[in-house]
């Protein structure tokens, strides 16, 4: 699993700093976390196919964190694209869409474009990794995505033959969590599976102020990926702006028990973006500044 950071600006882009996006790649599968204008270079920088994306999850509808979709859209179709893309977002995000494809004269020929708004709770499911989000504090609906591995079961194939279980098809099943007969007698997965190994987990707030949902889905997550527009120096300017400085975020970090912090969505008025990881430290070691263009690879649990 590698996160590559494309975009870490805050609401303004920056010679060094795009708009707000990160990507995912699991298992070949890309997935995308807001698509500020410009992303579709971002990824060509970044040697990342847009091609490849089937799922968009979008944090809200502020136009430094969505409006590179209308450009990405359209060079798809232009690449003639073949297969539906999918784009996940807060109430609203339907007729956002609509409107960002409908602008000037372009129509959208070779593909669809299947819009899902969310709110809180399980937003995706696939064979081996959920897409939930929860509610934030920034906008009306905005949204915080967590992307988390299902969890693995070891088999334990000599307990499996000790009780007569013969190898081949049999254990394939119970690896399947399928329960099997063997001469007259039932056995279910757990007779020979370990206890569950929770898989990686990485949590994108998008802009917010410091809030328990953020904790509560960030618990124990391998990377926390949370906005940090100010230092801890300018708190006062978060509390008409709805975002978090640099020791706010680290406190979610040390809160939730994550094992690292990546700030982004960093203002444009700090030039030297060190102070700000220095003052995130002085709460959660474990802090870091993204740049972009930035590949963080999270380990395997098992």
Same mark, same amino acid.
């Given at each position: 699993?590698?996160? /590559?950071?494309?975009?870490?600006?805050?609401?303004?882009?920056?010679?060094?700093?795009?708009?707000?996006?990160?990507?995912? *790649?699991?298992?070949?599968?890309?997935? @995308?976390?807001?698509?500020?204008?410009?992303?579709?270079?971002?990824?060509?920088?970044?040697?990342?196919?847009?091609?490849?994306?089937?799922?968009?999850?979008?944090?809200?509808?502020?136009?430094?964190?969505?409006?590179?979709?209308?450009?990405?859209?359209?060079?798809?179709?232009?690449?003639? !694209?073949?297969?539906?893309?999918? #784009?996940?977002?807060?109430?609203?995000?339907?007729?956002?869409?609509?409107?960002?494809?409908?602008?000037?004269?372009?129509?959208?020929?070779?593909?669809?474009? #299947?819009?899902?708004?969310?709110?809180?709770?399980?937003?995706? *499911?696939?064979?081996?990794?959920?897409?939930?989000?929860?509610?934030?504090?920034?906008?009306?609906?905005?949204?915080?995505?967590?992307?988390?591995?299902?969890?693995?079961?070891?088999?334990?194939?000599?307990?499996?033959?000790?009780?007569? /279980?013969?190898?081949?098809?049999?254990?394939?099943?119970?690896?399947?969590? $399928? =329960?099997?007969?063997?001469?007259?007698?039932?056995?279910?997965?757990?007779?020979?599976?370990?206890?569950?190994?929770?898989? !990686? &987990?990485?949590?994108?707030?998008?802009?917010?102020?410091?809030?328990?949902?953020?904790? &509560?889905?960030?618990?124990?997550?391998?990377?926390?990926?949370? %906005?940090?527009?100010?230092?801890?120096?300018? *708190?006062? &300017?978060?509390?008409?702006?709805?975002?978090?400085? =640099? &020791?706010?975020?680290?406190?979610?970090?040390?809160?939730?028990?994550?094992?690292?912090?990546? @700030?982004?969505?960093? =203002?444009?008025?700090?030039? %030297?973006?060190?102070?700000?990881?220095? $003052?995130? !430290?002085?709460?959660?070691?474990?802090?870091?500044?993204? %740049?972009?263009?930035?590949? %963080?690879? #999270?380990?395997?649990?098992?």
């Amino acid at each position: 699993m590698d996160i /590559i950071f494309l975009g870490t600006s805050g609401c303004i882009p920056t010679d060094k700093r795009g708009l707000s996006a990160v990507a995912l *790649e699991y298992l070949g599968e890309l997935f @995308l976390f807001d698509c500020g204008e410009g992303t579709q270079r971002q990824m060509r920088h970044a040697d990342l196919n847009f091609m490849k994306l089937d799922h968009v999850f979008l944090t809200h509808l502020h136009a430094d964190h969505f409006l590179g979709l209308g450009g990405m859209i359209q060079s798809m179709d232009f690449l003639e !694209r073949d297969r539906p893309l999918n #784009v996940y977002g807060p109430l609203g995000v339907a007729e956002t869409m609509d409107s960002l494809i409908n602008l000037g004269t372009f129509h959208l020929d070779n593909f669809k474009l #299947v819009v899902h708004e969310v709110d809180s709770g399980l937003v995706y *499911e696939g064979d081996r990794f959920t897409v939930s989000c929860v509610k934030t504090v920034h906008t009306k609906g905005s949204l915080a995505y967590c992307f988390e591995e299902k969890p693995h079961r070891k088999f334990d194939k000599p307990k499996a033959l000790a009780l007569g /279980i013969p190898e081949g098809r049999f254990f394939s099943k119970l690896q399947r969590g $399928e =329960s099997v007969e063997v001469d007259g007698k039932t056995f279910k997965p757990e007779d020979v599976l370990d206890e569950p190994i929770p898989g !990686r &987990k990485v949590v994108y707030t998008g802009d917010t102020r410091p809030t328990n949902n953020v904790v &509560k889905l960030a618990e124990g997550a391998d990377v926390l990926i949370h %906005e940090c527009m100010f230092s801890s120096e300018d *708190e006062e &300017k978060t509390r008409d702006a709805a975002h978090s400085t =640099s &020791k706010q975020a680290a406190q979610v970090a040390k809160d939730a028990g994550v094992k690292k912090l990546y @700030l982004t969505h960093i =203002s444009q008025r700090y030039t %030297e973006p060190e102070k700000l990881e220095a $003052e995130a !430290r002085e709460i959660f070691p474990e802090s870091y500044v993204a %740049e972009d263009f930035q590949r %963080e690879k #999270v380990g395997k649990h098992w």
